[in-house]
Structures are given as C-alpha cells and as structure tokens.
C-alpha cells in the first residue's frame, strides 16, 4: 500500500454544508405568477418583481417568507401594497425574509438593482461583448431578484423588458411577445408572456444589436410558428444548418414521441461567451455560438453534427425538462439522462445508428468510466452535493441516456413509448421524480422496475466476467455471467443490478446461430440475437441445439454501460473483428484485442523487452481497408486506436504516463509501416473535389482519408509531413484543414509551423477559428507543449473571461493530453491548479469543471499521485476558494 493511501493527505479546511436528497421537503409558499419589470442598463439594472404567493397546503405551516438572492441591491419590499419597514424584514448574502407573514396568499414586490456589466461569472443576468444575457440553471434566478429559486416552484411570467434602442434594438424573453412600443429619451420596451408554468431556472431574457434569421414551422395539428435565430452581426451566413436542425428536430419530437411544439414563436440566440453548451429555457434557447455557427470554411464535419445534436437537445427539452420539470435537482438526470437519449436517437436516425453508437459509447469510455472509477464518483441520481452546477456530469447525462436506453431494451420500444406517452401526460406542468418516471414505464409494461431503480442510486460501472462452454454431447451451450461493482466513495457494498446482456452465437463459418434458450418456448423459427437478463450475482443460461462449437458475442449495441472480461483470447477478437454481425460488437472486438496488445507492448518496453510489432492486428486492419462493403465512417472508427487515457483506466493502477504513450506510438509507427502503402492507396482514392456537404456519406469518406493519414503519421517521416502539408494547404474545408494541423502539431518539423502560422492568420478576429488554433496546439504529444500552453495563456487573444478560449487552451491541455498534462514532475499539475486559482474569482462553474479534468490521478504511480495531491492540497492551502472549486478539490483528494 502506498503511502497516499495511508491518510497522508492534507488537511482539509471545514466544508460547506451540504444538502442532502433524503433531507427534501416541499416548498412553503407557491407562486401562481410573476410579473417582472426590467429597467436594462449596463451597470445598474433596475427589476421590479410582482409575485402571487400562496401557502402550500403539502408544506408545513410558516408565518416567514424566505427568498433566494445574491449579489444584488434591495431597493424596497412591498407586501399586499404596503411598503415594509427594515424591521419588517432580514437581509443576508443569500436571503431575504419576511417576518410575521400571515399564512394566506399575498402579492408581493421587491425592487432591486444588479450589475451586468461586472458580472464575469455568467450567471445570472450579465452583460458581454454588448448583449445582455441570462443563465438562470441551476441558480441564477437569484442574482436578478429576490425569489424562491427551486424548480419545484412553479409559476406563469410576464415580463417587460425596457431598454436604450440604439444599444439593444432586440428585447427578448421566454414565451410569445405581446406588446412593444417606443419611449421617450431613445428608449424601448417589449413585453412577453409565458402562458406555461415554468421553474425560474427556465426564465431567460436576451437585449443587444443582433441580427435574426427568420423562417417558420408548421406543426402536425396544422399551427404556424415563427422561427428565429439570433446572432452577432455578420454572422448570419453561418446559420443555415442550424435553423435546418431545428426544424428536423420539431418534425422527428412529432413523429417518434408524439410531441408537439406549444408556443407561437421559438427563439434561439448565439452569444460568445456562456458556461455551458447551450440553455433549454423556455422558447428562448441560448447557445453558446460554438453550437449555431458552421460553414464549411469554419466547422468541421463533427461541428456539424454538434450543431444538429445540441440543436435537437434543447429542444427536445421543450418537454423533456421544461413541460414536465424536475423536483429538486437531485433530479437532475430525469431531464438531462432523458434528453441525452433523445438526442442520441435523433441523430442516429438523421446519420448512421451503428456509427452514432459507437461514438457514444466512446464519449461515454472517455468521460464517463473514469468519473465512476475515481474521486469524484456519484450515483445518476446523486444523495447530496455543495455545488449543485458541480452535478452537469459525465455521470448525469451520459450515464444517464444509457439508464433510459437499458428501460427501453429491457420492456421492449412498444412499451416504453407507452411509457414516455404517460410520464409526459401525467406530469405535465409539475415537477417530477426519478419514481414518477419509472412508474409510468411500469404501468406500461407491467413489470417490476424496483431493482432496475438501483442504476440510479448506485455510483460505479459494474464489471462483468463472461464465459462460455460448450457441450458437444448435449449440444449446448452455457453462458455465464458474474457482475460486481468497486467500491465508491460513500458506496462501499454494492447490490446486484439489473442488467440487459443482448448477445448472439456465431458459427465458425461466420453465420449467426438460431438460440435456443433453455425454459423459453423457442420451437418456431429462432432469432439469432436475443437479450439476457442478469440480476443476481451469478447466473448461467442454456442455449440448446447448438451443434457445433460457437463463438460468444456478447454486449451487443453496447446494451449496458459496463466493463467486459470474456474467456475468448487472440483468436475469437480477430473472429468476431471480421465477422460479428453487430457493428458496435465487432468495433468492440477489435478495440479489446488492441488494448490488450497495447498492455503487452507497454510492459515489454517498461521491462527493457522487445515489444511485439502488432503483425496479426495489423492483417485485420488490411482487411478492414480493403473491404469496400464497410460503410466509410465505421471503416474509421476501426482503424483508431485506444487512446492513452482509457489505457490508462483499463491498466488501472500504477500507470506511468510515458509508458502508455511510447506503447501507442510503437504500435501506431509498426501497424503504419505494414500497412503504408494501402494506407496511402485508400487515402487517395477518398480525395475528392466534390462541393463540401456535411451529409453522413461525404462526412463518413472524409472520416476514412483522415484516419488513414492519422494512422500513417505514425511513421514520423518526412512523406507524411509532407502529404499533412499539402492537404492543410489544398483543403477546401475545415474538416480536412484542421485534420492536416492535428497531424502536423504533434511532429517536429519546419512543416508544422508553416501550416500554424498560416492558420492564425485565416483565424485572425474570428474566436471559434482561434480556439481551434490553441487547442491544436496543447493537443500537442511534444515534449515542450506544457511550455507552450504557458506562453499562449500570454497571447494577444487568449482571455481567462471567455469561458470557449480557456477551454480550448487548457482544458484540452488537461483533458486531451495524458502524457504531457500528467508529467512526472507534476508541471501539468501545477499549471492546472494555478489556472484554477486564478480564473476562480473571475468564473468559479469554469473553474470547478477544469479542475475535474484531473480526477483520473489515482490510476498512475505513486509519484504522479503525489504530485497531484500536492498540487491540489496548494490550491486548497491557498486562501478562499468559491463552493464550485472548493468541493471538487476536497473531492478529489478526499
């Protein structure tokens, strides 16, 4: 045992106090409606809040009002038209409170004044490069006006927005507009109403000079809604395949889930800096414009299909989220898990679903199962946290979709849209829980979810240990299944969960065998796949009439989110690597047999051993190029190697950082030496001069080419710089552009600073262009990278107040680059922990994410854990920290 495992680390300083899901109680008071005046002005803006209050008869009665609010001036508070005296009332830095309130409605008004312009947190109301802007999830609301800011409250808005009209030509919030005009001294007004019940983390209000894109939507009962998406001036060519999204996105909710959009109008607006992806609020979408802004120029294939995903996210939230809501936000997976799936099911009908499986279950390997298997692990739905904007996780949302997608595998697609059709119905216009929702799916199904339910409270990625045996006498075949799951942080004892296997037979000639499962009637024509349930500890399943041996094909569709261990060796990966009939098992079985020959080389070379040259894996990836039948993007998808993180979690323990590269590398340069003229056949005949279209053939044949270069590259020489330089040079498109610098940034050659150096300058004033430029470059493999990103935090156009630069900078420094972000020496470390410190004050919800990055540290050996434990022990050593990064630090060293 190490001596970091020993309770040798620092003292930690007295915590906040946590809230606790066990700990919930209804809200005291409701309110009905909220009718809010805006007076916009860039230091001072003045809100008038008009609130109908009413005892809440499921709550314990009060004689006080207590509302939220924070970092605001309170100007006057008004109860029933009477102004209240100070004695009438306590004001603190969270909340204000009202004394001696009779139990029975009321109207009240508070008027208060807050500062957009010194708001660098992006919270709440603020104002950045001119446009005043809201992000009221989770806790926002609270920094524009004295409120009860939970979701489980629920109430109508009105709201008149009233500003300069040269400054802000555009007012917009939630719901339709009803009446605008124009005021003395160059001013404005505009007046929208929300006839939905919303929680106030829904409530949004956009002010600035933007140009709209128009175009509408016709629903499926025959109603016209107005289309709008707002941006900054000169970027509205940039737009198109949003609004496209958008409207598939409408059609696709109406057809698959029967849903149907409410309102008369729907808006989106793009602004530069925001915390998050983009924000679902009601008819009034905000979106970080990383999110909306693509041209073939600019985006690349996957900007693309970001836009159409996070496009069709948000809306789908309409009622995924915002027509039903969540109770408290201990809920949080109940709209985000949710809406994931949807998302997830949306594109994959728009694109390839083999392909869009495989890239979610990738998404998931990376972010998700290192979350599970560190410090900062928690269940789907968590028991308790600090900093609820801590909780927008990897687990949340991700692990999340796959909890839904288990549901509708295990009770079938018929039921559960009988299922979704009664959760939306039933709680349309509440606030919901994680039991509503699988109470409506065991209505109807039928079945009993109850121990289904423990993928939500239980953290951890349950690892199963599969096996399989034949009997030539009796002609069967037993699979058996064992699952446990690690210990967690608060978690030590795991239960069995309830588990959906889908699996097939495959006979030695490549076809899928009927299956015959013991105790089913299966006497009829047999499906060659079915789906096994594992509930218990340990079970085994008969498969008879199995007349020769077969090859076990397990997880298929990556039906649940878990780690695999199957008896099968060398020869039934490259088996099912050339024959599986799923696409998401077959990718799977070339990616265990390249990790597992990833360890090996590893070892080898840590050992001073000669490592192996990859012969056999590189004779199945000829047969992947040369087979014509693979749809291109999935042909891609099998030439990429693990990456160096999920190396790492797979060794899981001791891992040294350098090692786990120079295995890859060998790997890479020996499989590019084998295959190296094929490589280059393939990527030639996938050049092409055809106009750029981000469809799913041309994006998947795009796909291939760059893999082949990638893989290539591996060679390190001169001919392969040279072939990146010249397609940075000849490309027609961002995809290709910035596949040629992903290429380059990692050589050391004149090439690569040429092509760097002409990238700035087509970036020049264009920030999405720019944030490609820095994170190209602390992607980088070089040994002198750490250096680099240090003298970028220095550039010209880096800003720790942009939220997308500081993450393109250092959270690709930190997130993308295992071997240089964890040096030896602890540098990465350090740097991080000093961005941390420094952007804390600035933007504490950026801060606590970057920091997150390094909840991997426990798989790496004892020097790299003690740096790492050292550096986060400075940070918390340091002075003040916000609750964001003061409980993820505490977290991580705990």
């Not at 890479?668 to 393939?682: C, E, H, I, N, P």
């Not at 291939?704 to 940075?728: D, M």
Request: glycine share 6%; charged share 25%; proline share 5%.
């Amino acid at each position: 045992m190490s001596a970091l495992t020993e309770g040798t680390s620092p003292a930690m300083p007295p915590a906040p106090s946590p809230v606790h899901l066990a700990d919930y109680t209804p809200p005291p008071w409701l309110v009905d409606i909220v009718t809010l005046d805006v007076q916009l002005a860039p230091t001072a803006t003045r809100v008038t809040a008009k609130t109908k209050l009413k005892p809440n008869p499921e709550a314990a009665a009060t004689t006080s009002i207590g509302l939220d609010g924070e970092r605001m001036q309170l100007i006057s508070v008004s109860l029933d038209g009477q102004l209240l005296g100070c004695d009438a009332y306590t004001v603190s830095e969270s909340k204000l409170t009202l004394h001696d309130v009779t139990a029975e409605p009321h109207e009240l008004v508070i008027e208060s004044e807050c500062d957009p312009q010194a708001n660098t947190s992006l919270t709440g109301l603020y104002r950045s490069n001119g446009v005043y802007c809201t992000q009221c999830e989770a806790e926002g609301f609270r920094r524009i006006t004295y409120f009860p800011d939970r979701p489980d409250v629920l109430a109508i808005y009105t709201v008149r927005l009233e500003a300069d009209k040269t400054e802000c030509p555009i007012l917009l919030a939630n719901g339709n507009q009803v009446a605008q005009g124009d005021l003395a001294d160059g001013r404005h007004f505009a007046e929208w109403h929300d006839p939905h019940p919303k929680p106030a983390y829904l409530f949004a209000m956009v002010a600035g000079d933007l140009d709209c894109v128009s175009d509408s939507f016709t629903t499926m009962s025959g109603r016209d809604v107005a289309l709008g998406i707002y941006v900054e001036h000169g970027k509205a060519d940039r737009t198109a395949y949003a609004m496209d999204s958008l409207k598939r996105s409408m059609r696709w909710d109406e057809e698959v889930f029967g849903r149907e959009y409410d309102l008369d109008v729907f808006n989106i607006v793009a602004v530069s800096d925001f915390n998050m992806g983009a924000m679902e609020n009601k008819g009034l979408n905000v979106f970080n414009d990383k999110y909306i802004l693509v041209r073939p120029d600019t985006a690349t294939d996957a900007d693309y299909a970001n836009v159409e995903a996070i496009i069709a996210h948000e809306y789908f939230h309409n009622w995924s989220g915002n027509r039903v809501t969540c109770r408290d936000w201990f809920q949080l997976c109940l709209k985000e898990g949710l809406t994931v799936f949807r998302d997830q099911e949306f594109s994959s009908d728009m694109r390839s679903r083999p392909v869009k499986r495989i890239a979610d279950v990738k998404t998931l390997r990376a972010h998700q199962y290192p979350e599970d298997a560190g410090p900062l692990a928690h269940p789907v739905r968590p028991s308790s946290y600090i900093e609820i904007n801590n909780f927008y996780t990897a687990t949340v949302y991700e692990k999340g979709a796959e909890v839904v997608r288990m549901l509708k595998t295990l009770i079938g697609p018929d039921a559960f849209r009988n299922g979704m059709d009664a959760y939306f119905e039933k709680n349309d216009g509440r606030a919901a829980t994680v039991e509503d929702f699988i109470s409506a799916m065991e209505d109807a199904s039928g079945r009993d979810l109850a121990q289904f339910k423990r993928w939500y409270d239980q953290a951890g990625t349950p690892e199963l240990v599969v096996s399989g045996k034949y009997s030539p006498i009796d002609e069967t075949f037993d699979l058996t299944v064992a699952q446990s799951t690690a210990p967690t942080p608060g978690q030590s004892a795991k239960a069995p969960l309830h588990i959906p296997l889908a699996m097939g037979l495959i006979g030695k000639d490549g076809t899928s065998l009927p299956l015959h499962l013991s105790d089913t009637n299966t006497d009829g024509d047999a499906e060659t796949q079915t789906v096994v349930e594992l509930t218990g500890y340990e079970q085994t399943f008969t498969f008879e009439k199995v007349t020769s041996p077969p090859v076990l094909s397990v997880l298929r569709g990556f039906s649940a989110p878990v780690k695999l261990t199957t008896n099968g060796g060398d020869k039934d990966w490259l088996f099912r690597m050339a024959h599986d009939p799923d696409p998401c098992a077959r990718w799977e079985a070339g990616q265990t047999y390249a990790r597992e020959l990833l360890v090996n080389i590893t070892r080898a070379m840590s050992a001073g051993d000669r490592p192996r040259r990859g012969t056999r894996y590189a004779d199945a990836l000829r047969h992947v190029l040369e087979d014509d039948s693979l749809e291109p993007a999935f042909a891609a998808m099998m030439l990429d190697l693990p990456g160096e993180a999920e190396l790492a979690q797979h060794i899981g323990q001791n891992v040294d950082a350098d090692a786990v590269h120079n295995a890859r590398k060998h790997l890479q340069s020996a499989v590019a030496d084998q295959l190296g003229d094929l490589l280059l056949d393939r990527y030639s005949q996938l050049q092409s001069n055809a106009a750029y279209s981000p469809d799913a053939d041309q994006a998947g044949r795009r796909a291939l080419k760059n893999a082949c270069l990638r893989l290539y590259a591996g060679l390190g020489n001169e001919n392969s710089a040279r072939i990146a330089a010249v397609q940075f040079s000849s490309a027609n498109n961002m995809t290709d552009m910035e596949a040629a610098l992903a290429t380059l940034t990692h050589m050391q050659r004149e090439e690569r600073q040429t092509a760097f150096d002409a990238f700035y300058e087509r970036a020049a004033g264009d920030p999405l262009l720019l944030d490609k430029w820095f994170s190209l470059q602390a992607m980088s493999s070089r040994t002198d990278t750490r250096q680099a990103v240090e003298a970028l935090m220095d550039h010209s156009d880096f800003s720790m107040k942009r939220p997308n630069t500081v993450r393109s900078l250092i959270g690709v420094f930190a997130g993308s680059n295992p071997v240089r972000f964890h040096a030896g020496d602890g540098s990465g470390y350090r740097l991080l922990t000093q961005v941390v410190r420094d952007l804390d004050p600035i933007n504490p919800q950026v801060a606590a994410r970057l920091l997150g990055t390094l909840k991997s540290w426990r798989v790496y050996d004892d020097a790299r854990k003690s740096e790492a434990v050292r550096s986060v022990g400075d940070l918390l050593d340091g002075g003040k920290l916000s609750e964001d990064v003061y409980e993820i630090a505490t977290r991580m060293i705990a």
